[in-house]
């Protein structure tokens, strides 16, 4: 594992916790020396000297807005978010497009917006997808929330650089979490994974380490970028001739 010294002792929130990529980032950081605040709807079990866990449902907007009136950080990680089982429009109601993105969008905007507003340096690690490069990675409402946090991340980027604040996101295709666990399930894995250079889908500590780089000063002059981690997979198709 890398080791980055500036890490240390940084005050680190980590949303979507829990399990998955978002619990993969808290073990990264905690091995760093980081003090790490982890969100989620779900229960945490982990325990560790410098890990504080918060059960918080992100669409609960008085929750979160009371929390982060008493918080403050160095590293955010806006990782937690929601799929929309691959429903095209036909299929989306009103009321499952705007719960969706009250989880993936509204909670990050929440978020980003009460910490930048102090004018301080931060970081902000945000989770993106294929799907906010694509479409196909979702349904409408996920490709939909995924874009438009890249159109957050540039704009806090370009807007806030000269306090010190960097954004970035994190573009993945697939990762083997639970929520990916359809996938694996169908056998969609399988398919997905011969279609990376790699023949393979990525582990969630891959994912924590991309964004290591992203929190610390080794990536110090990287800002308002979507950095894809997909194996190649969006690189093109195979042409059977
Ligand atoms: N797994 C993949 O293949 C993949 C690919 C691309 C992008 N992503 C993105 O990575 C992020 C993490 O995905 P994952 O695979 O670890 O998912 P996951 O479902 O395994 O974990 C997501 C976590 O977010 C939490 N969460 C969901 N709704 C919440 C809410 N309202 N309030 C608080 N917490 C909430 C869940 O409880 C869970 O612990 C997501 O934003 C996802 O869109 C995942």
Partial sequence: MTIYNDLKDKHVLVTGAARGIGYAQVQSFLQQGAKVTGLDLQQSHLKHENYTFVQIDLRDVTALTEFLNQSTFDIVCNTAGILDDFKNIAETSYTEFTDLLKVNLDAMFIITKQLVDKKQPIVFVNMSSYAGLFASGGGVSYTTSKHAINGLTKEIAF???????????????????????????????????QETVFNRYAEPAEIADLTLFLASDSSKYITGQIINIDGGYSLGKSIEL
């Avoid at 604040?165 to 694996?184: G, H, S």
């Fill in 159 to 193: 807007e806030y650089g000269k306090f010190g604040v960097r954004a970035n996101a994190i573009a993945p295709c697939l990762v083997k979490t639970e929520m990916a666990q359809a996938d694996f399930e169908t056998g969609l894995n399988v398919k997905l994974a």
